[in-house]
């Protein structure tokens, strides 16, 4: 990449993201000699001074904010038209990349992330900042397990009144509140809803609610129930779902009234957590009650026989041995190695699990291309790992190739079909082109496949486009010498059209006359093409005047004379006189410029004598 620098002092080094709306690029600051982040907004964004002027306020007031949890806003600058920010460099994934490769989380590491989510959430809430846009791609992972939430001030920049769904907030859809959907104010509670989002996606590895159309899944937050996480993965706590589902509620005020009091929920997951641990682990002893000094005096003299004891360790051993023996491989925990299931029928799979001494759980079901209907794409643990006996393996199942019904895209420009077919998991396929009279440039003539098929997910529309109407030749006419309102006529007449008009001073030509055409006679140019021409401002030529003598023919008895000059004041009749044969004719004629005279004997042509 040619080197850029920005401000004089941001050393643009290589792009490490692109969003929606900005390019991110790891840079170095030449003035303090640290790595950081440069986020330059696009072109689009860029030249509109609205939104400018809104971005560099709310990116300004982020700039305020600084916590361990948040990527913090270093600069805010401007170089010509190229609008950048300048925010702290971290190395690590975003919770995105994280939840596609691992999820469902372990419930201790989903709700440490939510927890340091909260922490950098409440401190901007603190500062009046609304974030408006906290999503899994927003929120980034360091390699040391630091959560450092990104974007504050921006999204607020970004969103409004309305919801606009392109590029990167068709992502942000599910995550948005159902107060954002319909367009009403927001507080902080419409974070609290986006990172009860969240969460749900790191506990069950599936956003809360989904659809083909941004649009349908705006429509699920407004008025749908989310499906209860522990539904999806019975590992998830009770109470952590009561957390999740309360974060979620539809009305702002049933929510966690700040990002803290969910934290501090939270929190008490794993207190919860610890308490179960101790509970199953070390059993409490109920004792009796310590008597008093003299009841122990009377103990002390009740002293155990012999026999007594012998019956007494006799019990314990046998209590003992048979905790052993009903407990033995709970105890030390008897281990087995995880068979191979993918790619089998979940039938079969399950079976072999049970063979295996294990259990199976389908923790999710979702289309593949390449795994058949009911046969386990993937498997948790893996195959060849030695757990417990007893311990459940968590498979995904294929539903199958997902059929989707191909839209009619005929009349629509090509962007709004690749829309249409993005919704339903579709593609453009291989464009063509072609002249068509009905359909205008860009509009789709045709597809394959036809409109209502169903197709693979993923399958590929060809189209046809229009290139408009088909433009046919037409050779351009001498318009030398005409007026301009004639030149025009006499264009329109061969389907074509009057240019540019310049003017300039002619003694050849008289005023208004054309002088020259851009385009020679008799050239070939598309219909409708314009042709540019030059005409004369004046004074145009002098007139002049010439004798034009010549003796008429004998064959015929008497001849009607008619002379007629052409000059640059055009064509006109000049004589028409009847002569005896073999007359001698002289006739005097006027003429501007350079001309001719043509002489015509009984209606036809005889000569052209040049002036």
Do not use: W
């Not at 068509?436 to 496949?449: F, G, L, M, T, W």
């Amino acid at each position: 990449m040619e080197q850029i620098v920005l401000g004089d002092r941001y050393e643009l080094l290589e792009k490490i993201g692109e969003g929606g709306m900005a390019i991110v690029y790891k840079a170095r600051c030449r003035i303090l000699d640290r790595i950081v982040a440069v986020k330059v907004l696009k072109e689009e964004y860029s030249y509109n001074v609205n939104f400018v002027e809104k971005f560099k306020v709310e990116a300004l007031a982020a700039a305020r904010i600084s916590h361990p949890n948040i990527v913090n806003i270093y600069d805010v600058g401007q170089q010509d038209d190229v609008h950048y920010i300048v925010m702290e460099y971290v190395e690590g994934r975003t919770l995105k990349d994280i939840i596609s490769q691992e999820a469902p989380l372990p419930v201790n590491q989903a709700v440490d992330i939510a927890i340091m989510i909260c922490d950098g959430v409440h401190c901007a809430h603190e500062k009046g900042v609304i974030h408006r846009d906290i999503k899994p791609h927003n929120i980034l992972i360091t390699d040391t397990g630091m959560v450092k939430v990104a974007d504050f001030g921006i999204a607020r920049a970004i969103s409004n009144a309305t919801i606009t769904f392109g590029d990167n907030i068709v992502g942000s859809v599910h995550y948005i509140s159902p107060e954002q959907a319909k367009g009403e104010p927001v507080n902080r509670t419409t974070d609290i809803y986006s990172i009860g989002c969240v969460l749900y996606e790191m506990i069950t590895g599936q956003v809360p609610f989904n659809a083909e159309s941004p649009i349908t899944v705006a429509l699920k937050h407004i008025h749908d129930d989310v499906v209860p996480p522990r539904r999806l993965n019975e590992m998830v706590p009770e109470n952590l779902e009561a957390i999740v589902l309360k974060s979620m509620d539809k009305i702002p005020g049933h929510r966690f009234g700040t990002a803290q009091e969910m934290r501090n929920a939270l929190l008490n997951i794993h207190a919860s957590n610890i308490s179960d641990y101790n509970d199953r682990n070390n059993k409490t002893i109920v004792m009796p009650p310590v008597q008093h000094e003299r009841d122990d005096k009377k103990l002390k003299k009740k002293k155990l026989t012999p026999t007594g004891i012998a019956l007494i360790v006799i019990a314990i051993l046998g209590l003992l041995s048979g905790l052993v023996f009903q407990m033995g491989n709970g105890i030390f925990g008897a281990e087995v190695t995880v068979p191979d299931v993918e790619n089998i029928n979940i039938k079969e799979a399950n079976q072999k699990l049970k063979d295996a001494g294990l259990k199976m759980q389908i923790i999710a079901e979702q289309p593949d291309e390449e795994v058949e209907k009911d046969n386990v794409i993937s498997q948790n643990p893996a195959k060849g790992q030695k757990t417990k006996k007893g311990h459940v393996v968590k498979v995904i199942v294929s539903t199958g190739l997902e059929k989707q019904k191909v839209p009619y895209l005929i009349g629509r420009d090509l962007d709004e079909a690749e829309v249409l077919l993005h919704n339903k998991g579709l593609e453009i396929g291989d464009v063509r082109e072609t002249f068509d009279d009905k359909y205008a440039a860009n509009e789709i003539v045709s597809q394959n496949p036809d409109e209502g098929t169903m197709v693979a997910s993923g399958s590929k529309v060809d189209v046809v486009i229009s290139k408009g109407k088909e433009k046919k030749s037409v050779a351009v006419p001498s318009l030398v010498g005409l007026s301009l309102t004639d030149a025009e006529n006499k264009l329109k007449a061969n389907n074509l059209a009057l240019g540019k008009v310049d003017r300039q001073d002619s003694t050849a030509y008289s005023a208004d006359k054309v002088i020259s055409q851009e385009t020679n006679s008799g050239v070939m140019v598309d219909e409708q093409t314009p042709i540019n021409v030059v005409v004369s401002k004046g004074p145009g030529p002098t007139a002049q005047t010439k004798t034009i003598e010549f003796t008429l023919p004998s064959q015929q008895e008497y001849y009607k004379v008619t002379i007629k000059v052409r000059d640059a004041q055009g064509e006109r009749e000049v004589y028409n006189q009847l002569h005896p044969a073999a007359d001698n004719v002289s006739v005097g004629v006027t003429y501007v410029g350079n001309g001719s005279a043509e002489v015509l004997l009984n209606g036809k042509h005889d000569k052209t004598i040049p002036l």
